[in-house]
């Protein structure tokens, strides 16, 4: 597929000029009802919005919220949000694992993921999985949404979406923040932000960097295995006077980011967990994952009337990334005719002879280092019609998306002799491994009604989506591409309705519910997939008084089919990477509780919260897959805990405060199936503190710890080995705000 560049704000001229020739041109005389601000574009809820009120699970994580422990993984901040799960993989969160209601965490691929409301995946229709997440410590606000509350923002609708609002240009004409932090295993942490607003011109430069040098130690070498990575973002709004006939906003954002990480999918034998869990073979030495991104951003809004405005983004992302990491580990052997041959194994039983190879066992040892590399482009625009009708608050939206991965890989071959040196034999020629683009284009229409009726809000949504995925895979004869490529597309059209309501029962209790379609769209590459699709129930209540505030929601999620994407991060064989399996019938239920209560003690504030959720998983067939295995009806679904909790207990003075987090993760199955196995990973707790104290007025100093009591526990046996949790760092850091 050939990507083109838009033309921008070409449909927001289009569309403003069609609404506003209906309109008298002194419209916006009075106050308008709806304001038009390209921020408000970047957020789900807006400024007015109130997210109690939304008929669904909604959650919003405020500047504050993420400043309390001030988490550069994002994947510890979401754990405060019930019914998301997380799958810790480098204990980082570089690469983010993130599932929603029972929907499973590899790559984040079944959530969609938003930054300033644009998607942020790097091909997130045509390869979901998200190699590249927007970097958590620099966002000043965090939205999440499941179940019936996410039907506008597809493609993927069945488990929810995140929304990550990075820095806002500031109100004042001038003000910033510095931030350093330092800690152990060589983490630091540099962050610096400028920015102001003028009468009409505004703006705001933002740099993060953070690093480590790692808390594992790769066997016989002092190399690191930690990482680098750079983040760069400005912003430039210009704005008409605010007593303009039609008010407009106009908001460019370029970010660009680095990383360079020596992280690798080799994992340890459960005997050598046992003895050194921080300890990684010596075949990974070369692993390394290097990536940049780009991201292009214009927005442009409008106020049209009182009653309605408008507002349109343009965007554009280009992703590279190259992951050389070690796919096979082998033994010389001999083939078929008696000839020395090296056998190659993959990861899942390779890891013994990196195992034997490192203990002594064996005296030299072969691998395979894949070079996983590939170049993702995504763009797109959208546009949003705000509409306020007394009782109705009607939007209107329209996407247009395209994008596309290219992965362009070959193999090296490297001999490891018995003074652990790594030679490379055999340099693979570019092209000759996995050597195929999969690409996407989408058109996406959805209307939405909030309906306000006496003590009812009823929502109504219905969604619309046009695709085409397509594959063009020259193979691994053809590297410089000159035959004709095996072609396979899919073509799908979907309607997706929503409808989900609340009922204020008291002052301090609302009732809701909803029912909504879900849906995830087939893979390029696999004609016999067929859509992702199920009915998803939710119903709950929430109660807030005072200094406290709960909430209780029970969810079905009824798939008629659901998928299964077979990638490397999941130990799947390289001829069956990039396929997609359908599992069929499948039913998860479970319950999402929060709880939150401020103790007035008088100078001190004691506030805690309580997170939990409770999930049952089960498949309603039988069938065989390389994804999920030979599965048999009534099996339980691998990396979703039973039970998780999350308990956090703070004290607050007049200028210090310290927090408290407990963070329980149940046993979860590695595997699908029932019942007691040696493979299942077991329940563990995690502790982090923070306490911070401000020495001025605009300064503050912060001591942090996570894993608190450095708990060893298993994250995850995803690559075919055990994979280790991030252990005890303590770190301090210093703030400077102007």
């Given at each position: 597929m050939s990507i083109k560049f838009f033309k921008p704000t070409m449909l927001s001229l289009v569309i403003a000029s069609a609404?506003?020739?209906?309109?008298?041109?002194?419209?916006?005389?009075?106050?308008?009802?709806?304001?038009?601000?390209?921020?408000?574009?970047?957020?789900?809820?807006?400024?007015?919005?109130?997210?109690?009120?939304?008929?669904?699970?909604?959650?919003?994580?405020?500047?504050?919220?993420?400043?309390?422990?001030?988490?550069?993984?994002?994947?510890?901040?979401?754990?405060?949000?019930?019914?998301?799960?997380?799958?810790?993989?480098?204990?980082?969160?570089?690469?983010?694992?993130?599932?929603?209601?029972?929907?499973?965490?590899?790559?984040?691929?079944?959530?969609?993921?938003?930054?300033?409301?644009?998607?942020?995946?790097?091909?997130?229709?045509?390869?979901?999985?998200?190699?590249?997440?927007?970097?958590?410590?620099?966002?000043?606000?965090?939205?999440?949404?499941?179940?019936?509350?996410?039907?506008?923002?597809?493609?993927?609708?069945?488990?929810?979406?995140?929304?990550?609002?990075?820095?806002?240009?500031?109100?004042?004409?001038?003000?910033?923040?510095?931030?350093?932090?330092?800690?152990?295993?060589?983490?630091?942490?540099?962050?610096?932000?400028?920015?102001?607003?003028?009468?009409?011109?505004?703006?705001?430069?933002?740099?993060?960097?953070?690093?480590?040098?790692?808390?594992?130690?790769?066997?016989?070498?002092?190399?690191?295995?930690?990482?680098?990575?750079?983040?760069?973002?400005?912003?430039?709004?210009?704005?008409?006077?605010?007593?303009?006939?039609?008010?407009?906003?106009?908001?460019?954002?370029?970010?660009?980011?680095?990383?360079?990480?020596?992280?690798?999918?080799?994992?340890?034998?459960?005997?050598?967990?046992?003895?050194?869990?921080?300890?990684?073979?010596?075949?990974?030495?070369?692993?390394?994952?290097?990536?940049?991104?780009?991201?292009?951003?214009?927005?442009?809004?409008?106020?049209?009337?009182?009653?309605?405005?408008?507002?349109?983004?343009?965007?554009?992302?280009?992703?590279?990334?190259?992951?050389?990491?070690?796919?096979?580990?082998?033994?010389?052997?001999?083939?078929?005719?008696?000839?020395?041959?090296?056998?190659?194994?993959?990861?899942?039983?390779?890891?013994?002879?990196?195992?034997?190879?490192?203990?002594?066992?064996?005296?030299?040892?072969?691998?395979?280092?894949?070079?996983?590399?590939?170049?993702?482009?995504?763009?797109?625009?959208?546009?949003?019609?705000?509409?306020?009708?007394?009782?109705?608050?009607?939007?209107?939206?329209?996407?247009?998306?395209?994008?596309?991965?290219?992965?362009?890989?070959?193999?090296?071959?490297?001999?490891?002799?018995?003074?652990?040196?790594?030679?490379?034999?055999?340099?693979?020629?570019?092209?000759?491994?996995?050597?195929?683009?999969?690409?996407?284009?989408?058109?996406?229409?959805?209307?939405?009604?909030?309906?306000?009726?006496?003590?009812?809000?009823?929502?109504?949504?219905?969604?619309?989506?046009?695709?085409?995925?397509?594959?063009?895979?020259?193979g691994k004869e053809d590297p410089n591409r000159t035959g004709v490529a095996k072609y396979k597309k899919n073509d799908v059209?979907?309607?997706?309705?929503?409808?989900?309501?609340?009922?204020?029962?008291?002052?301090?209790?609302?009732?809701?519910?909803?029912?909504?379609?879900?849906?995830?769209?087939?893979?390029?590459?696999?004609?016999?997939?067929?859509?992702?699709?199920?009915?998803?129930?939710?119903?709950?209540?929430?109660?807030?008084?005072?200094?406290?505030?709960?909430?209780?929601?029970?969810?079905?999620?009824?798939?008629?089919?659901?998928?299964?994407?077979?990638?490397?991060?999941?130990?799947?064989?390289?001829?069956?990477?990039?396929?997609?399996?359908?599992?069929?019938?499948?039913?998860?239920?479970?319950?999402?509780?929060?709880?939150?209560?401020?103790?007035?003690?008088?100078?001190?504030?004691?506030?805690?919260?309580?997170?939990?959720?409770?999930?049952?998983?089960?498949?309603?067939?039988?069938?065989?897959?390389?994804?999920?295995?030979?599965?048999?009806?009534?099996?339980?679904?691998?990396?979703?805990?039973?039970?998780?909790?999350?308990?956090?207990?703070?004290?607050?003075?007049?200028?210090?405060?310290?927090?408290?987090?407990?963070?329980?993760?149940?046993?979860?199955?590695?595997?699908?199936?029932?019942?007691?196995?040696?493979?299942?990973?077991?329940?563990?707790?995690?502790?982090?503190?923070?306490?911070?104290?401000?020495?001025?007025?605009?300064?503050?100093?912060?001591?942090?710890?996570?894993?608190?009591?450095?708990?060893?526990?298993?994250?995850?046996?995803?690559?075919?080995?055990?994979?280790?949790?991030?252990?005890?760092?303590?770190?301090?850091?210093?703030?400077?705000?102007?």
């Open positions: 609404i506003s020739s209906t309109m008298s041109t002194h419209a916006l005389a009075d106050e308008a009802m709806i304001d038009a601000s390209v921020d408000e574009q970047f957020t789900i809820f807006g400024s007015s919005t109130a997210v109690n009120n939304v008929p669904g699970s909604a959650h919003q994580l405020s500047q504050e919220d993420l400043e309390k422990f001030d988490y550069t993984d994002i994947m510890r901040t979401l754990t405060s949000i019930p019914g998301v799960y997380v799958l810790e993989e480098d204990g980082y969160g570089l690469r983010a694992n993130i599932g929603m209601r029972g929907t499973g965490q590899n790559r984040s691929e079944k959530v969609t993921i938003m930054e300033d409301g644009v998607l942020a995946a790097p091909a997130p229709y045509a390869a979901p999985a998200a190699y590249y997440f927007p970097t958590a410590g620099r966002m000043q606000q965090v939205e999440v949404l499941k179940g019936t509350s996410s039907a506008m923002y597809g493609p993927r609708t069945t488990g929810g979406v995140i929304n990550m609002v990075s820095r806002q240009i500031p109100d004042e004409a001038l003000a910033g923040q510095m931030s350093v932090q330092a800690g152990q295993d060589g983490f630091a942490k540099v962050h610096g932000v400028i920015g102001g607003s003028g009468e009409n011109l505004s703006s705001v430069f933002e740099v993060y960097r953070y690093q480590a040098d790692g808390y594992k130690d790769i066997n016989h070498s002092d190399q690191d295995t930690g990482f680098v990575k750079n983040d760069i973002l400005g912003k430039v709004r210009y704005n008409t006077d605010e007593n303009a006939t039609f008010y407009q906003e106009l908001e460019f954002k370029v970010k660009y980011s680095d990383e360079d990480s020596d992280d690798t999918y080799m994992g340890l034998t459960e005997d050598d967990f046992n003895s050194d869990p921080y300890s990684r073979y010596s075949a990974s030495q070369k692993d390394n994952m290097s990536t940049e991104h780009l991201q292009l951003q214009l927005s442009h809004a409008i106020d049209l009337s009182n009653r309605f405005n408008l507002g349109t983004t343009v965007y554009h992302n280009d992703f590279s990334r190259n992951w050389y990491k070690t796919s096979k580990v082998g033994e010389m052997g001999v083939d078929e005719n008696g000839d020395p041959k090296v056998i190659y194994q993959s990861l899942s039983k390779g890891s013994q002879l990196a195992s034997d190879y490192d203990n002594g066992a064996i005296d030299e040892l072969y691998t395979q280092v894949k070079a996983n590399n590939r170049d993702y482009l995504s763009q797109g625009i959208q546009t949003v019609i705000n509409a306020d009708f007394d009782s109705h608050q009607v939007k209107f939206g329209l996407r247009f998306h395209e994008d596309e991965m290219d992965r362009y890989q070959w193999v090296d071959e490297y001999y490891l002799d018995a003074d652990y040196n790594m030679t490379l034999t055999n340099a693979g020629e570019p092209g000759t491994d996995s050597n195929r683009i999969d690409s996407a284009s989408a058109l996406a229409l959805f209307v939405h009604d909030e309906w306000t009726i006496g003590k009812f809000i009823v929502n109504a949504g219905l969604r619309y989506e046009d695709m085409t995925l397509e594959r063009q895979d020259w059209d979907v309607l997706l309705p929503s409808l989900a309501m609340t009922y204020q029962l008291t002052d301090e209790i609302v009732l809701l519910g909803g029912v909504q379609k879900g849906f995830a769209p087939p893979s390029p590459g696999n004609e016999a997939a067929t859509n992702e699709e199920s009915v998803n129930y939710e119903l709950g209540a929430r109660y807030a008084k005072n200094a406290f505030n709960a909430e209780a929601l029970l969810f079905l999620s009824d798939y008629d089919n659901m998928h299964g994407n077979c990638t490397a991060s999941q130990n799947c064989d390289d001829d069956n990477i990039g396929e997609q399996y359908n599992a069929g019938e499948v039913k998860i239920t479970g319950i999402e509780l929060k709880a939150g209560y401020a103790f007035d003690l008088g100078d001190i504030s004691m506030p805690i919260d309580l997170t939990y959720t409770h999930t049952q998983t089960e498949f309603l067939n039988d069938f065989e897959s390389d994804f999920w295995g030979d599965v048999e009806a009534g099996y339980q679904f691998p990396y979703v805990p039973e039970n998780q909790l999350q308990f956090v207990v703070g004290l607050e003075g007049d200028k210090w405060r310290t927090n408290l987090l407990v963070r329980y993760t149940g046993e979860m199955r590695s595997e699908a199936g029932i019942g007691a196995s040696d493979e299942n990973i077991d329940a563990h707790t995690v502790i982090d503190f923070v306490a911070s104290y401000d020495v001025a007025k605009n300064q503050q100093v912060r001591f942090s710890v996570d894993n608190l009591l450095d708990e060893s526990y298993i994250a995850t046996r995803m690559h075919g080995s055990v994979m280790v949790g991030k252990p005890r760092m303590v770190s301090v850091g210093y703030q400077y705000n102007f």
